[in-house]
């Protein structure tokens, strides 16, 4: 996962723990809580993987970008090899 320091502070609320981003293990707690956050208040699954790529605030208020589309259409084509 490519996780900010800040995002990665959140996480670390969203877990109750502080993460260290430098360990593999924490670096993916972090990102999965992320989700699962973004997932739990984004108005579908689009919006919640737009949301982490480009910064949920930023798709609320600007809408998706191209390059997020892109993004998002890509992540949806791996899903599927993982379901």
Not at 27 to 40: D, E, F, K, P, W
Not at 60 to 65: E, F
């Amino acid at each position: 996962m490519q996780v900010i320091p800040s995002s990665g502070e959140w996480a670390s609320d969203l877990v109750g723990r502080k993460l260290n981003l430098l360990d593999p293990y924490d670096n993916a707690t972090a990102g999965v809580a992320i989700i699962r956050q973004l997932i739990r208040t984004s108005k579908d699954r689009d919006t919640a993987i737009a949301g982490y790529y480009q910064g949920q605030y930023s798709v609320s208020k600007y809408g998706i970008y191209d390059d997020t589309k892109h993004y998002v259409a890509s992540i949806k084509a791996h899903q599927k090899n993982f379901s």
